[in-house]
C-alpha cells in the first residue's frame, strides 16, 4: 500500500491505563476484555487521509514498566507525535503525566506534537476532573482529549488530531521553502522529522547507538 | 496480500473458516494441547525410566555411580529431541531444574518463609496478574491459579530484591505454575532465573535483552542478509517482535504447548540459557523467511502477533493415520533450530561489536553527565552572581532612597 507520509507516534502512560486498548480500538476498531500487559513495546500501523495526503501513522505501544524505560524511550528518538495517557478514575496516573512529559522532553523530538489522553471516560468512578487535566495540557502546550477506549469515544480524534497537526508543521515548512518535491512522488516513501527543515525529505535515521532497540 | 495467503493455508490446515485473528491471539493462554497424546514409543521409555531417574536426582550429585549418569544423559537427550510428556512434566521439570532433590527442598522451605511476605514490587505484580493468560479457564478472574502466580511472584521479588519483578517474567510463571503444585513451582520459577540466569535478561536496564537483540540483527544479517533487507526496508526492528520472544521466553505468544516444549529445552541447559536463546530466536525469523518476505510493513504486526504463532497450534496426524497427532510446525522448527551453527570467529565478531556498541553508548552517557556537570557549574555560578547583583541593587535601592529624601527636604525647605 503506498502513502505519502510516514509519521511515528508513541503511545504512553503508566501501567493499565489502556494504552494497549486504545492502540487496538485506533487501528483494529476492537476492544478486548481480556487484556495482557505489553512486554517492551509493540507496534501497529494506521493509514488515514489528510488533505487528500496518505498519511501512515506507526504507533509505538509502550509499557508502563519503570524498568523498560530505558528500552521504550530509545523508541521516542524519531517520533513525532505522541499520545499520553492517563486513567481517568486513578488520579496516581495523572500526577505520573509530569515525569511522562519530562521524559519526552528528554529523548523525543523537541517539536513533537503531544496530546493528553484522559481514558476510561464510561467508568462511573471519575476522580480527575476535565478542568483539572485541560489545565496541565495547556500548561504544557499539548492537546487534550478524553477517551472511552472500551465504547471507541475520541480514540480516533485523538489520532487524527495529533496527525493533522504533524501534518500542518511539514506542510508549512515545504510551503515556506517551496518545496514541491512530495515523498511519494521520489519513489520511496520518506519518514518525516520535525527539527531539521531539511530533514524534511529524507529517510527516518536509525543511526544512533542504541538502533537495535 | 502476501500474508493473507498465509492466513488460507493456516485455516485450510486447521479445516476451519474462522479468522486467525479471531482464533489465536497470542499471551490469551488457551491451551491446544490439554489433551496431548503420548507418541507409544515416548511411553516405554518413560515408564522405564522416569522412576529411576528421580531416585538418581534424589541423591547427592558428587557420589551419583557412572552408570546413574549415564541414565541422566539418555534423559536429556530423549528430551532435547522429543520434550516431555505433558502428563510427566510436574514430576520432572523440578528434577532438571535443580541439581539435587536437597536443592529443590531448600528452595521450597525458601518459598515456605517467604510466602505471604509483603514485597514493594505488590502494586506492580497485581497489575499484571489478572493481565496473564486472561484466556486459560485456571486464570479466569480470582481463580487460585492467579493468587498462587501472585504469591509465587512476590515471594520471587524478596527472593532477588535485586531484580524484584519484571513484566514477562509473569508469563513464565504462569506456565509453570499451571503444571504443578505451588511451592514446586516457585522452585522451578526461581532456579530458572537464579541457577540458570535468565535474570540477566532484566538486570541493569535490561542489559541481557539489549545483548540478544543485537546478537539477533547481526546474525540475521550473516545467514540472510535479503531478509535483513527486507525488514530494514519495511521499517520492522529486532525490538518490534523479538521483545517478546526473549522477556518472557516464548510463553506469552505462543500456544502453550510450545511454550512448555521451549521450558523443556532450557532446562536442559543451566549454562547456556543465553545461548539457546539466541539460537531460537534466530531460527524463528530464518524458519520463516519466506513467509516474511511476503509481509508488506502492514502485515507485520498480524503476522507476529497471530498468524505466526497459530502454526505452533495446528496438529497434525501422521501420514499414514496410524498414531497420535503431533504438532508437525514445531517439531520442525526445533528441528531447524538444533541444526543452527554460528562459527566461532563469526560469534567473536559479534561479541566484539556489541562491546564496542555498548562502550560508546557508555560514553555518549558520560558525556551526558559532563555536560550536566558543567551546566549546573555555570547555573551555579549564575546563581551566585545575582545573589550579588541583588546585593547591590538592594543596596543602591537604599542609597536611592536617602538621596530623594534629602531632595524631598532641601525642596521642601525652599
Redesign the interface.
Known amino acids: 500500500m503506498s502513502y505519502d507520509y510516514l509519521f511515528k507516534i508513541v503511545l504512553v502512560g503508566d501501567c493499565g491505563v489502556g494504552k494497549t486498548q486504545i492502540r487496538n480500538r485506533y487501528t483494529l476498531d476492537e476492544f478486548n476484555p481480556q487484556s495482557k500487559s505489553t512486554i517492551g513495546v509493540e507496534f501497529a500501523f494506521k493509514t488515514v487521509n489528510i488533505d487528500g495526503n496518505e498519511v501512515k501513522g506507526q504507533i509505538w505501544d509502550t509499557s508502563g514498566e519503570e524498568r523498560y524505560r530505558a528500552i521504550t524511550s530509545a523508541y521516542y528518538r524519531g517520533s513525532v507525535g505522541a499520545v499520553l495517557v492517563y486513567d481517568v478514575t486513578k488520579p496516581k496516573t495523572f500526577e505520573a503525566l509530569e515525569n511522562w512529559a519530562s521524559q519526552l522532553r528528554q529523548y523525543a523530538d523537541e517539536n513533537i506534537v503531544v496530546c493528553v489522553v484522559g481514558n476510561k471516560i464510561d467508568l462511573p468512578t471519575r476522580e480527575v476532573s476535565t478542568a483539572e487535566a485541560e489545565r496541565f495540557a495547556r500548561g504544557n502546550g499539548f492537546f487534550y482529549m478524553e477517551t472511552s477506549a472500551l465504547d471507541g469515544t475520541g480514540v480516533e480524534s485523538a489520532f487524527r488530531q495529533v496527525m493533522k497537526k504533524i501534518f500542518e508543521i511539514v506542510d508549512s515548512r515545504q510551503q515556506a521553502r517551496k518545496k514541491t518535491v512530495r515523498a511519494g512522488s521520489i519513489g520511496k516513501t520518506r519518514s518525516i522529522k520535525l527539527t531539521d527543515a531539511d530533514d524534511v525529505a529524507e529517510p527516518s535515521k536509525f543511526s544512533s547507538c542504541c538502533k537495535q532497540m | 496480500m502476501g500474508v493473507k495467503s498465509v492466513y488460507k493455508h493456516i485455516l485450510a490446515e486447521k479445516g476451519d473458516s474462522s479468522s486467525v485473528e479471531l482464533w489465536f491471539?497470542s499471551?490469551?493462554g488457551e491451551d491446544f494441547g490439554e489433551q496431548e497424546e503420548i507418541n507409544p514409543e515416548d511411553l516405554v521409555f518413560w515408564s522405564k525410566n522416569s522412576v529411576l531417574w528421580q531416585n538418581v536426582w534424589s541423591k547427592d550429585p558428587s557420589k551419583r555411580t557412572s552408570e546413574e549418569k549415564k541414565l541422566q544423559k539418555e534423559i536429556y537427550e530423549k528430551i532435547e529431541e522429543n520434550g516431555i510428556p505433558n502428563i510427566l512434566r510436574s514430576e520432572i521439570w523440578p528434577t532438571i531444574a535443580t541439581e539435587s532433590e536437597f536443592e529443590l527442598l531448600k528452595l521450597q522451605e525458601e518459598y515456605m518463609r517467604l510466602r505471604g511476605k509483603k514485597s514493594s514490587w505488590q502494586s506492580?505484580i497485581a497489575?499484571?496478574i489478572t493481565?496473564?493468560f486472561?484466556?486459560h479457564p485456571k486464570f479466569a478472574k480470582g481463580d487460585e491459579a492467579q493468587m498462587e502466580l501472585f504469591r509465587i511472584l512476590t515471594a520471587y521479588s524478596l527472593h532477588d530484591p535485586e531484580l524484584g519483578y519484571?513484566?514477562?517474567t509473569?508469563?513464565i510463571a504462569a506456565t509453570i505454575v499451571l503444571m504443578m503444585p505451588e511451592e514446586r513451582a516457585f522452585a522451578v520459577f526461581a532456579s530458572l532465573m537464579k541457577r540458570f540466569n535468565l535474570r540477566l535478561l532484566?538486570l541493569n536496564?535490561?542489559e541481557g535483552?539489549?545483548r540478544q537483540?543485537?546478537f539477533l540483527?547481526e546474525t540475521v544479517r550473516i545467514k540472510s542478509s535479503k531478509l535483513k533487507t527486507h525488514l530494514d526496508d519495511q521499517?520492522i526492528?529486532?525490538?518490534?517482535y523479538a521483545?517478546?520472544w526473549l522477556?518472557?521466553c516464548f510463553t506469552?505468544r505462543f500456544p502453550l504447548a510450545f511454550s512448555k516444549r521451549i521450558l523443556d529445552l532450557l532446562l536442559l541447559k543451566p549454562d547456556d540459557t543465553q545461548e539457546l536463546l539466541m539460537k531460537l530466536t534466530t531460527s524463528m525469523l530464518l524458519f520463516h523467511r519466506s513467509e516474511i518476505f511476503e509481509c508488506?510493513?502492514?502485515d507485520?504486526?498480524d503476522y507476529f502477533?497471530s498468524v505466526l504463532p497459530a502454526h505452533f497450534a495446528i496438529r497434525t496426524l501422521p501420514e499414514d493415520g496410524d498414531g497420535p497427532s503431533y504438532y508437525e510446525h514445531s517439531e520442525k522448527f526445533l528441528r531447524f533450530a538444533r541444526g543452527f551453527r554460528l562459527e566461532r570467529w563469526r560469534r567473536i565478531m559479534i561479541e566484539h561489536s556489541w562491546s564496542q556498541?555498548r562502550s560508546?553508548?557508555k560514553r555518549?552517557a558520560s558525556n551526558k553527565d559532563e555536560l550536566i556537570k558543567e551546566l549546573s557549574a555555570k547555573n551555579e555560578a549564575l546563581l551566585v552572581e545575582n545573589e550579588d547583583l541583588r546585593i547591590k541593587n538592594d543596596h543602591l535601592k537604599s542609597q536611592l532612597d536617602e538621596i530623594s529624601g534629602r531632595w524631598t527636604e532641601i525642596a521642601l525647605r525652599k
Open positions: 491471539v499471551g490469551d506492580e497489575a499484571d493481565r496473564t486472561p484466556g519484571s513484566q514477562g509473569n508469563f532484566y536496564e535490561c535483552l539489549k537483540l543485537h540483527s521499517m526492528e529486532p525490538g518490534m521483545t517478546q522477556l518472557s506469552s508488506e510493513i502492514d507485520f504486526m502477533r556498541q560508546k553508548c555518549a
